[in-house]
T-cell receptor, first 111, second 115 residues
Framework: SQQGEEDPQALSIQEGENATMNCSYKTSINNLQWYRQNSGRGLVHLILIRSNEREKHSGRLRVTLDTSKKSSSLLITASRAADTASYFC???????????FGTGTRLQVFP | EAGVTQFPSHSVIEKGQTVTLRCDPISGHDNLYWYRRVMGKEIKFLLHFVKESKQDESGMPNNRFLAERTGGTYSTLKVQPAELEDSGVYFCASSPREAIPYEQYFGPGTRLTVT
C-alpha cells in the first residue's frame, strides 16, 4: 500500500532553531501536502506542493519535493514554542482525492 | 466562516454496542471525507462523498461501518457492532470542488473508545 514514512518520529529543539522533517512515499503522486496537528485538535493544512514543483515557501515554512527519490522535506525556520505539534505529510495520487498520510513527526520546541 | 464540526468529541462505548458519529462540513463544500487513526498507527482514509454520492469507499474496513450523507450536507458514520479495534480518532474533512488540487479542511475529530 502507498504509505509514507516520516523521520524523525520525534524531534526536540530550542526556540529559534530550525526543524527539518522528512517524508518518503512509494508511488507516483499528483501533489504532496503537509499538515499540522496540535494536541487534541484537528489537522491544519500548511502547504501543498505539486509534483512538477521542487520547492515552495510559505512564511517560515520551506518544502522541497524530489520525485525521483520519492521524498519531501519540511523546514521550519526560527521555530517557536507554538510550533510544538505533530506534523504529517500526505500524498495525493492522480485520479483520486484521498490523502495518504505518513506516520508523522512529533515536534517539541522548548522556550 | 464556521469550520468542519464533529460530534461527539469523545465517545466511550462497550464492545457490541452501536455508535454514530456526525460530521458537518464547511457550508458549500461538496466533498466530504472520513479518516481515522487507530492507536499508534497512521491516519487512514475511509471514504469520500461528493455531495450525497459515495465517490470512493475503498478504505472502509468492513461492513460494520456505514456512512451516509443524505441531502449532501452533514454525514454520519455508524459503527455497528463496535469492536475493540475500532478505538481511535475519527476525522472528517471537507473541501470545495472548484480547484484541483485543493486542501482538505479537517474537523477536530471524534475520539472513540471501545471497552
Amino acid at each position: 500500500s502507498q504509505q509514507g514514512e516520516e523521520d524523525p518520529q520525534a524531534l526536540s529543539i530550542q526556540e529559534g532553531e530550525n526543524a527539518t522533517m522528512n517524508c518518503s512515499y512509494k508511488t507516483s503522486i499528483n501533489n504532496l501536502q503537509w499538515y499540522r496537528q496540535n494536541s487534541g485538535r484537528g489537522l491544519v493544512h500548511l502547504i501543498l506542493i505539486r509534483s512538477n514543483e521542487r520547492e515552495k515557501h510559505s512564511g517560515r515554512l520551506r518544502v522541497t519535493l524530489d520525485t525521483s527519490k520519492k521524498s519531501s522535506s519540511l523546514l521550519i525556520t526560527a521555530s517557536r514554542a507554538a510550533d510544538t505539534a505533530s506534523y504529517f505529510c500526505a500524498t495525493v495520487s492522480y485520479n483520486t482525492d484521498k490523502l495518504i498520510f505518513g506516520t508523522g513527526t512529533r515536534l517539541q520546541v522548548f522556550p | 466562516e464556521a469550520g468542519v464540526t464533529q460530534f461527539p468529541s469523545h465517545s466511550v462505548i462497550e464492545k457490541g454496542q452501536t455508535v454514530t458519529l456526525r460530521c458537518d462540513p464547511i457550508s458549500g463544500h461538496d466533498n466530504l471525507y472520513w479518516y481515522r487513526r487507530v492507536m499508534g498507527k497512521e491516519i487512514k482514509f475511509l471514504l469520500h462523498f461528493v455531495k450525497e454520492s459515495k465517490q470512493d469507499e475503498s478504505g472502509m474496513p468492513n461492513n460494520r461501518f456505514l456512512a451516509e450523507r443524505t441531502g449532501g450536507t452533514y454525514s454520519t458514520l455508524k459503527v455497528q457492532p463496535a469492536e475493540l479495534e475500532d478505538s481511535g480518532v475519527y476525522f472528517c474533512a471537507s473541501s470545495p470542488r472548484e480547484a484541483i488540487p485543493y486542501e482538505q479542511y479537517f474537523g477536530p475529530g471524534t475520539r472513540l473508545t471501545v471497552t
